[in-house]
């Protein structure tokens, strides 16, 4: 299953990155199997997307949750609470 | 367009002429500016850049804007929001609202306002004497964002 991520503002500085094109292993099927994969890469992961810390997921632009699934060729984009207005 | 993100500035006093000049029912125009102010938390700012997510911001306004049209009696709506670096006294946001009466106008913009400020995917990154910060969330918007789902009638219901 192929995902496309985006990281976003202190996330993305952190990770060093925008993005990535992840094939996704089987078994990853919810936004909170994606982030424990992403977890287990080490340590700039775990301080980014660390449980520790408030983190807002969105899939297909939408916000989503922990038990949001996913499909082939789902966008899920990782970021902190907004800050606009 | 309803929604526009963009760099440049924007003229908020033509914005709701056009706005308000488009049908001859309107009898009321409600609005709501957003500034650069120079200090935050206890530091002065410098200057600010807001990132966005380009696709998902659009889409998550024009939702808001879509709840507010359906919860009251209003005309249009328009949200212009800046991103890109901007400094103290720049303008960062316009809300504005049509309606036959204020109270709807009033009340749909401070909601899209609310909203906003906790839904539409920007982020401020502040550059102060001691350096750059990104600026946290506040659990103040999330409240006032929350309010909206009390039954408790808003003006204009």
Redesign the interface.
Known sequence: MKLRLKFFASIREQLGCDGEVLEAPAGVVTVAALRQLLLGRGDIWQQALSGNRVLRVAVNQDMAGPDTPLRDGDEVAFFPPVTGG | MPVRVQEQDFDAGAEMSRLRASRADVGAVASFV?VVRDSNDGASVGSMT????P??TE??IQAIIDQAKARWKIFDALVI?RVGELKPRDQ??LVAVTGSHRGEAFAACEFI?DF??????????EQTPQGAR????RVSDDAAAARWSSTTPKAGM
């Open positions: 957003g807001l990132e966005h997510y696709g998902m889409k998550s929001h960062i946001v306002m906003l400020k906790t839904r539409a995917p920007f982020w401020k990154k990104w600026v946290d969330a």
